[in-house]
């Protein structure tokens, strides 16, 4: 379907709770998951790109940032999309994991 349509990046919601509150178990689940879903574009020159939304996994840079190195394909990236309730200084404070941004949703 993505490629009728043209696209090229899949976009998925990182679930719906912040990662601080995910055990061990639920975390390497979630992992494998990404790794298994990253899988399917690989082929066909996709890229997946996880959502940044309050109460997901990704809702802070530290649990993106964990995330994606976890998962540890270049095939997977963050949709960058700044907090709300984030100031100018903690919106650029967030560069340093802008290596794994595939994606900015403004």
Known sequence: MTAALGADTISIWAVDCSYRYYTDSEWDRIVAELRQIAAWPASG??????GRHADSMTDYADGAQTLLQAVDTSTVGLNWQPRFDHDREQVLATAEFASLVNHVHL
């Open 45 to 50: 020159g996709l890229s997946v790109t996880v």
